[in-house]
C-alpha cells in the first residue's frame, strides 16, 4: 500500500505554516474538523501576519489624512552670554567677557505653526488610494482565512485516512496469525497439506501486513503533530478528534456549475482584490501628477529672545535676536517642483495599474477554471468511492471464503495471501477515494469563497 500520499499531505501543509502562538484546547474535548478550522482562525500566524497588514495600512491612511492636522515646529535652547554694552547707533561698544560675572543666560524660543488649508486634490488623491489598498489587506485577509481552512480540513481527513485502514489491517492480521498457527500445526504433523513455502507466503503476508500498521500509524501522527500546528498549538497539545475514520459519502450531490460560479464571483477575495488594487493605483498615479501643484496654508510665527547681559535694541529696524518678541499670522504656499520625478512616479503607479489589470484577466478564466477542477474531482472521486464499495464487499468475501478453505483443508495458502492482498487493496482504494472526495469538497469551498463550511 501507498502512503505517500499521506505523508506529502502531511509535509506539505504542516510545515506550510510559521510558528504559532497557541489556543487553550479544553482537555478530552472531541474536536470536530469545524471546530478545528475555527482554533486555527483564531491563531494561526498567517491570519495573525494579515490582520497586521490591515492595521498597517489603516495607520498609512490616518498618516495621509493627518497632513490636514495642524502643524507646530519649535526650538528652544539656553546659552551663556557675555556682556556688551551700547547699541547700533552708540560709536563704542563695550565687551565685557574675562570675569564669570561678566557672564549670563541666553534664553531662545521660536515655533511655527501652519495649518494646511488646501492640496489641489492631492490628499483627496491619497486618502482615496490609502483607503482602497486597506480593503485589498482587508481580501487578503479573508484569503488567507480561507486559505487556512482548507489546510486544515486537509490535514483532518489525511489522518482519518491513515486511521481508517488500522481496523481493516488489524482484520488482516489476525486472519494471518490463526492461519499460520494451524499451519504450523499442520506442518509439524506432516500431514502433507502445507509445504514449506506456505509457511514462507503466510509469514511474508504477515510482514507486510505488520509494515502497512506502522506506516499507517506513524501517518496518522505526523498528520496529528501537522494539524496541531496549522491550529496554532503546541505539539505537547492534547487533543482528540471527534471522528476515528473518513466520514461516509453525504446524500446530496454538488451543485451545478452556475451556482458556484455565481456564488465564486460574489466570495473569491480576489475580486475585491482587483477592484480595489485598480482603485487604489488610480488614485495614486493622480496623487502624483497633483504633485506639482502647491499646498496653501494658514501659518503663525512667534519668536523670543532674552539675556540680561545685552542691552535692547528700541529701534525696530534693528534685528536684536537677544532681546525680542516677534509674532504674526501669513498666508503662503508650499512648493516642491520636481517634473521628473513626478513624472517617474506616476509611470510607476500606472505600471501598477496594469499589473492589476492583467491580474484580473487571469481571474476572470482561472477562478472558472478551479471551480470546474474541484467539482469534477468531487463527482468523479464520489463516482470511484461508489465503485470501490463494491471492489470492497467483493474481496472481503473472497478473503473470507479463502480463509475458510484453508482451515478446513480445501483450500491452498496461495489463495488466502491472494484474497488479503486484493482486500486490503480494494480497502485502501476505497478509503484513497474517499479521502480525495473529502478533499476535493475543501477545494471546492476555497473555490467558491467559503470559510468554514463542510457542507
Not at 136 to 149: G, P, S
Not at 313 to 320: I, L, S
Request: aromatic content about 10%.
Amino acid at each position: 500500500m501507498k502512503f505517500g500520499r499521506t505523508l506529502a499531505f502531511v509535509l506539505i501543509f504542516g510545515l506550510a505554516q510559521g510558528f504559532a502562538i497557541a489556543e487553550t484546547v479544553p482537555p478530552n474535548t472531541p474536536l470536530t474538523v469545524d471546530r478545528c478550522v475555527e482554533i486555527a482562525l483564531g491563531s494561526n500566524p498567517r491570519i495573525e501576519e494579515a490582520e497586521a497588514k490591515v492595521r498597517e495600512y489603516r495607520a498609512r491612511l490616518a498618516e495621509v489624512e493627518s497632513i490636514f492636522y495642524p502643524k507646530l515646529t519649535g526650538m528652544a535652547y539656553v546659552a551663556p552670554m557675555f556682556t556688551v554694552r551700547g547699541s547700533a547707533f552708540d560709536k563704542e561698544i563695550e565687551y565685557k567677557w574675562k570675569d564669570i560675572g561678566n557672564w549670563g543666560p541666553y534664553t531662545h524660543f521660536e515655533a511655527v505653526l501652519a495649518q494646511p488649508l488646501y492640496t489641489f486634490g492631492r490628499v483627496a488623491a491619497g486618502e482615496l488610494a490609502a483607503s482602497e489598498r486597506v480593503e485589498v489587506e482587508r481580501a487578503r485577509l479573508r484569503e488567507a482565512r480561507n486559505l487556512v481552512a482548507l489546510e486544515v480540513r486537509k490535514l483532518y481527513h489525511t489522518r482519518l485516512f491513515a486511521l481508517s485502514m488500522l481496523p481493516s489491517l488489524d482484520n488482516a492480521a489476525e486472519i494471518v496469525a490463526g492461519a499460520r498457527k494451524e499451519a504450523g500445526e499442520l506442518y509439524d504433523r506432516a500431514s502433507g497439506k502445507v509445504t514449506q513455502a506456505d509457511l514462507m507466503k503466510l509469514r511474508y503476508a504477515a510482514t507486510e501486513v505488520d509494515r502497512y500498521r506502522i506506516l499507517a500509524r506513524g501517518g496518522a501522527e505526523l498528520a496529528l503533530s501537522a494539524l496541531k500546528h496549522t491550529m496554532g498549538l503546541p505539539e505537547k497539545e492534547e487533543i482528540r478528534l471527534a471522528d476515528e475514520r473518513l466520514p461516509r459519502l453525504p446524500p446530496q450531490e454538488v451543485a451545478d456549475m452556475h451556482s458556484l460560479l455565481k456564488e465564486a464571483a460574489l466570495n473569491r477575495s480576489e475580486w475585491m482584490q482587483v477592484k480595489h488594487g485598480i482603485g487604489a493605483a488610480e488614485a495614486w498615479a493622480d496623487a502624483e501628477r497633483k504633485a506639482l501643484w502647491p499646498v496653501v496654508f494658514l501659518g503663525g510665527m512667534l519668536r523670543a529672545g532674552w539675556a540680561p547681559t545685552r542691552d535692547n535694541a528700541a529701534n525696530p529696524y534693528h534685528y536684536d535676536p537677544y532681546n525680542e518678541v516677534v509674532g504674526g499670522l501669513a498666508l503662503g504656499f508650499i512648493f516642491d517642483l520636481d517634473p521628473a520625478r513626478t513624472v517617474a512616479k506616476t509611470r510607476q503607479a500606472e505600471a501598477t495599474r496594469d499589473q492589476i489589470e492583467a491580474l484580473r484577466k487571469f481571474a476572470s478564466t482561472g477562478i472558472p477554471l478551479q471551480v470546474l477542477k474541484a467539482r469534477t474531482e468531487v463527482q468523479r472521486y464520489r463516482r470511484l468511492a461508489g465503485l470501490s464499495t463494491d471492489s470492497v464487499k467483493s474481496t472481503r468475501k473472497w478473503m473470507t471464503f479463502a480463509a475458510a478453505a484453508y482451515g478446513t483443508g480445501t483450500g491452498e495458502a496461495r489463495d488466502l495471501v491472494e484474497g488479503m492482498v486484493a482486500y486490503l487493496q480494494s480497502k485502501r482504494a476505497y478509503y484513497e477515494d474517499l479521502l480525495g472526495y473529502h478533499i476535493a469538497h475543501a477545494e471546492l469551498n476555497y473555490a467558491v469563497g467559503k470559510e468554514n463550511v463542510s457542507k
